[in-house]
């Protein structure tokens, strides 16, 4: 196990960091900060309370920030970073385990669900612009709707309906994208582990040869 300055992660490959692909790794110090842990309101404080109780050093980091949830009062929804010393990780992990009882304690720490309030900046912009879109389609839709109805049995009927499903389709289809952001960014995840797994493993075994 080896020990990322760049990210604080611990990663089971020998020169390079599996998360940031940082290739200065080191063996872990007894004081270095690992990342231990990411959790959503209210668990972090449950989480907080028996790390202090039992006199376990750690440092919370919210990715929102206090300023951020002051103004948006989106406490609810903020996640925080957990980071205990590397001497302290074991006893930490036991007290996780036994606060959540954790079951599956080979999937530890429990991956945390991708939402639209947690992707990226990029596509969080992306989906707000897809999901106006979609509205802003759908509303066009309507109308053309409401139209045809209006001109039933004039020559602008059918031009209304065909309006109501060229303005239609293509706000589902911007729905749907929006909406299949989280998924596509888990998998994306999933494969980028999985290429650099196989990448760095070949790597040892080029360097063992």
């Given at each position: 196990?080896?020990?990322?300055?760049?990210?604080?992660?611990?990663t089971s490959?020998?020169?390079?960091?599996?998360?940031?692909?940082?290739?200065?790794?080191?063996?872990?110090?007894?004081?270095?900060?690992?990342?231990?842990?990411?959790?959503?309101?209210?668990?972090?404080?449950?989480?907080?309370?028996?790390?202090?109780?039992?006199?376990?050093?750690h440092?919370?980091?919210?990715?929102l920030?206090?300023?951020?949830?002051?103004?948006?009062g989106?406490?609810?929804?903020?996640?925080?970073?957990?980071?205990?010393?590397?001497?302290?990780?074991?006893?930490?992990?036991?007290?996780?385990?036994?606060?959540?009882?954790?079951?599956?304690?080979?999937d530890?720490?429990?991956?945390?669900?991708?939402?639209?309030?947690?992707?990226?900046?990029?596509?969080?912009?992306?989906?707000?612009?897809?999901?106006?879109?979609?509205?802003?389609?759908?509303?066009?839709?309507?109308?053309?709707?409401?139209?045809?109805?209006?001109?039933?049995?004039?020559?602008?009927?059918?031009?209304?309906?065909?309006?109501?499903?060229?303005?239609?389709?293509?706000?589902?289809?911007?729905?749907?994208?929006?909406?299949?952001?989280?998924?596509?960014?888990?998998?994306?995840?999933?494969?980028?582990?999985?290429?650099?797994?196989?990448?760095?493993?070949?790597?040892?075994?080029?360097?063992?040869?």
């Amino acid at each position: 196990m080896k020990y990322c300055e760049n990210c604080k992660r611990l990663t089971s490959f020998e020169n390079k960091c599996m998360r940031c692909g940082e290739k200065n790794v080191r063996e872990p110090q007894e004081n270095d900060s690992v990342y231990f842990s990411t959790l959503q309101y209210p668990y972090a404080g449950m989480l907080e309370d028996v790390l202090t109780q039992h006199d376990v050093p750690h440092h919370k980091q919210g990715k929102l920030g206090a300023g951020m949830v002051a103004r948006t009062g989106t406490l609810g929804t903020e996640q925080f970073d957990f980071f205990v010393p590397f001497g302290k990780f074991d006893e930490a992990k036991e007290l996780y385990e036994e606060l959540f009882a954790v079951e599956e304690k080979d999937d530890y720490p429990p991956p945390q669900p991708i939402t639209h309030k947690t992707l990226p900046k990029r596509l969080k912009i992306w989906s707000k612009i897809l999901y106006t879109a979609a509205v802003l389609f759908a509303g066009l839709g309507i109308c053309s709707m409401i139209l045809a109805i209006i001109n039933d049995g004039t020559d602008l009927e059918l031009p209304f309906y065909a309006g109501f499903i060229l303005f239609m389709v293509p706000g589902v289809i911007c729905a749907a994208i929006a909406m299949s952001f989280p998924k596509m960014i888990e998998y994306y995840q999933r494969e980028r582990e999985k290429y650099l797994e196989e990448k760095y493993s070949d790597e040892e075994e080029t360097t063992d040869d």
